[in-house]
């Protein structure tokens, strides 16, 4: 079937986080008084719920007070520490023109989602937005996946999904979508291509247009 659908991640994929992440996970932990994981080991949370990423870290009462400070510290870095990726509004806006349904499967809240996509103007350009609060399940589970498919009114064979995260691949694939990994992850590598097992590859964002125009015309 031709892809008339794709899912993207958000982190990591869509817009740069990974330096206010890192900067807000490393000051927390010394506000608490807690050693301070390494950054590969924050990075292995990435894509995952916060609360569900952090529980590894401390006790599960005090889960939700780091998180809440985590959040509050955060917010006094945004506008310094997160980036834009390199064709992600290029790509987006012809996906848009040539008729293809986008949706954002997000393991953030719907408040920071909405607000990591309008620091670069990206929201227009989905038909749908599932953010970890929207959902019972949240990735790797297919439940996010599965609502974004229909609130597209599409079926996984209809999609390809996008991710940085061997989660975002899973909950997708799990979905019946196919999938694609982007190259400029912070995940190691290796563990993207034996956890994700994603179907394709992408350098850079716009490497997109190419991949979906070659596999529709597959189909033609």
């Not at 986080?17 to 010394?30: D, G, M, N, Q, V």
């Not at 920071?112 to 599932?130: H, N, S």
């Amino acid at each position: 079937m031709k892809i008339k659908g794709v899912l993207f991640d958000l982190d990591g994929t869509l817009v740069n986080t990974t330096p206010l992440i890192l900067e807000s996970f490393r000051h927390t932990f010394k506000q608490f008084g807690m050693p301070v994981p390494s950054d590969s080991e924050l990075v292995a949370g990435f894509g995952l719920p916060m609360r569900t990423a952090v529980t590894a870290y401390m006790p599960d009462e005090m889960a939700d007070e780091f998180c809440d400070a985590y959040r509050a510290y955060q917010r006094t870095r945004y506008d310094e520490l997160i980036e834009g990726i390199d064709g992600v509004g290029e790509t987006l806006s012809a996906l848009k023109r040539s008729g293809i349904k986008m949706a954002v499967v997000t393991s953030k809240k719907r408040p920071a989602a909405i607000r990591d996509l309008g620091c670069y103007d990206l929201v227009e350009y989905f038909d749908t937005i599932i953010a970890c609060d929207d959902c019972a399940e949240n990735k790797p589970l297919p439940g996010p996946s599965l609502m974004a498919l229909k609130r597209l009114g599409l079926t996984g064979a209809d999609c390809l999904a996008v991710g940085d995260s061997p989660y975002d691949l899973q909950s997708a694939r799990a979905a019946g979508c196919q999938t694609a990994a982007v190259r400029y992850t912070s995940f190691d590598w290796n563990f993207i291509l034996n956890e994700g097992k994603p179907d394709y590859v992408i350098n850079k964002m716009t490497d997109l247009l190419t991949l979906i125009d070659t596999l529709n015309k597959q189909e033609d």
